[in-house]
């Protein structure tokens, strides 16, 4: 009998609190309340107007293109790394999407397939010499950023070039129809992010039975039933509020495909841990055996064709190419990746919390909007964001 208790207190012991668990785990719950809390500022400041289903769709919208680049830009950065070029390299593939089909009228399809490539090649050939010649990452990708800058006016003749067929332009303003024929309500894409939600919380359940079975859960709980049965029912919501509008978007169902390709690569893939053991410690995984220099080109070359991809959305979306395509975007994709819990030093960093971080970024904008702040104050208030971010990751490493 006392052998019982001691064993139950043991396992009561060795079982961390919910308050523990939270300040050990603050870098991943404290992005996603502090978007919970942004979003719920706004709504409140803005009477309501930010999570208006127009709204909303437009928010997604906005931000499907740092989204999308921010998937690539945390696999960079967790490898020890950063793309400097990403704005421009965005800028390049849509001058350049825009002459194949606008002016050589060129099949969409073709044109954006040579795109990928393209984005593809430009980021491997930066990573070749960051990987294999060791020139750090911050030289080769700023001159990137130079040069596609410059390629950009020089392929556009200082000129904006469109419009482009609507067919094109489907990929960043189209909708996912509706096979149900609802009236007030797109019912096809209510049901597919109500399914996706039961998806989502089906498979947390079961990791954590997997956890159970291992003996290795840390998560309280009580902790993982809220935090599960909130996102399940914001997904619900935010389908319901896009369903009553025109539905998803078609990007959205892009960036959703990426989102799960690229957690799934982090988390549950060799080459994903073998990337994070790169930026924990790069001589200890080469001495494992790891080929650093081939993971570290992968990531950049990864980078460029997401870089590309982005800037066919962004194309797309604003119906025409311009040489000021992609001006200061990596500033807003390498903040959301900080902000949202990738360390500065690499190893750490999460593919969900990359995306948060951009969404966290696009309130802020999308409601400092609404409420008539001037850019120059929207400036100030995201470096100050941004520089908050960083020093909570060094206080976090240095209480470690």
Known sequence: MAQTIDQAAGTAASTPSGARFLRNNMREYGILIALVVIMAFFQFATGGILLRPVNLTNLILQNSYIVIMAVGMLLVIVSGHIDLSVGSVLGFVGALAAVMIVQWDMNFVVAAILCLGVGAAIGAAQGFWIAYYRIPSFIVTLAGMLVFKGLTLWLLAGQSVGPFPPTFQLIASGFVPDIFNGEALNVFSLVAGVAVAGLLFYLAVR???????????????ILFAVKNALIFAALVYMSFLMASFRGLPNVFIVMALLIAIYSFVANRTTIGRRIYAIGGNEKAAKLSGIRTERLVFLTFANMGMLAALAGLVFAARLNTATPKAGLS???DVIAAVFIGGASMAGGVGTIVGAV?????????NNGMSILGIGIDYQQVIKGLVLLAAVIFDVYNKNRA
Do not use: D, S
């Open 207 to 221: 990791a954590r039975r997997q956890e159970q079975k291992r003996g290795t859960v840390e998560e309280p709980f």
């Open 356 to 364: 948060i971080g951009a969404f966290i970024m696009g309130v802020m």
């Open 329 to 331: 975007f990596e500033l």
